[in-house]
């Protein structure tokens, strides 16, 4: 395992890094506004700027829980319900990896989308927080081929660093393109969509087809804005074909561009140019083509932040089709390539149907959640070790901000949230009363498939782990 033999870290450095997570926590904004997880919660709160965050008890020397006066709180707390709701749960120091609480913690189940956190440490180990994905113009006689790299993330207008949606902009490459084309005379082109890079794998099959009526994904296609979405507006439709929408929008723009470049070109002493025509003309695999422009998407460890904090099902599944193809498998066996990268962190039981998870199929052991929180953490990869910065952050941020809202837990815990029908989890990281930054796994099935059963004795739990000075 790549982190086996980084696990034990000195306490001196373990405090440091539970100062630095706390004030991390807290120097945050305190309202983000995103897109939906599955069942939307709302991701944006307005907080009182009176009632700072207590830190307390960052002491030289930070003491474990006791693992049996954890377990008496917890056991409490986490006992089956009377609507037949049972719960299970794993929790782990961080600094050294031991076990201090296990309920059912190695028994597989639904994680939801907690899932996300193994195809988040996936993607930053496979393709790297650095790698930027290109959205591509090449040129073949009057055809110009617009090439999809895995960016679902293009805006519609002219590209902005300042954003994680809309960092690539469809008008920017618009501009580009075009000003290769009048500089070859070309003012009739077609436009050639070529969106093959995922195949086929644009639906997976054991998604129930409610969650497209309920507007929690869409066909995945390596070429997409607004994560799919008609727009970057809060909780915007799904587009039913988002590749096919970029390429109308892009024909569109580079019309335009190309009829702004000929006038200009006839208020100066050249000669007038033709009457600028952009149509949209073919899909597929296209071979050959000299390039023309590029516009390049926000670093992925900023897209995998993004996707994180709403919880964006698109994103994710388009990411697991990324590390696939590292891995020169189809795009189809995503679910394959990340259980592949979880092993090499110590969760090798992961048996997955998708890489969201939207699948109710998947099944993950919260034991192989807090492993991976854990192993992350200790990696010699700095991407991965700051995976849990990326989290939503309680009280404050995306699918957290109205979860673990109180005064004593406001800003003190990240974690990734997961609902489902019958199924609810919440995976994250949280730093206990002494200073110990522990990791946690709690879910809870109820076999009435109630939605998200019991959220509110998931985060009862975790405020336990926050106050228990035990």
Known sequence: M?????RVITLSVALLAAVILVFTMLSVPRFFTGSPELFYTPASATLSAEQPVPVTGLAQEAALPDAQVLASKLDAILAPASDGTSFSASVRDIETGQVLYSQNAEQPGTPASSLKIATAIAALDALGGARQLATTTLLDGNTVILR??????????????????????IETLAELTAQHLAQRELWEVSVWLDDSLFADAQV???WEQSLFTTNNIAPVYPIAHYAGRVSAADRAAHETDSAGRVQQIFTQALETELTELAAAKETSSQPSADEPKVVADGRGAYQGGEKLAEVLSAPLSQQI????????NYLTEAMGRLVALEQQLPAA??????????????AENLSLIDTSGLASGNRVAPAELTELLVNAAASDN??????AYSLPISGYSGTMAMRLSSATDRGLVRAKTGSLMGVATLTGVVVSDAGRALAFSIYSFNPDGALAPHRPTIDQAVSTLHACGC
């Open 2 to 6: 790549k982190a086996s033999t980084h």
């Open 148 to 169: 999809g790299g895995g960016d679902v993330l293009l805006g519609d207008g002219p590209s902005n660093d300042q954003l994680t949606e809309g960092y690539a902009g």
């Open 204 to 206: 997976n099959p054991e």
């Open 305 to 312: 932040k993004h996707m994180l904090l709403v919880s964006d």
């Open 333 to 346: 066996e995503a679910d394959t390539a990340v259980e592949r990268v979880a092993a090499e962190y110590g």
């Open 382 to 387: 700095p991407d991965l070790r700051q995976l």
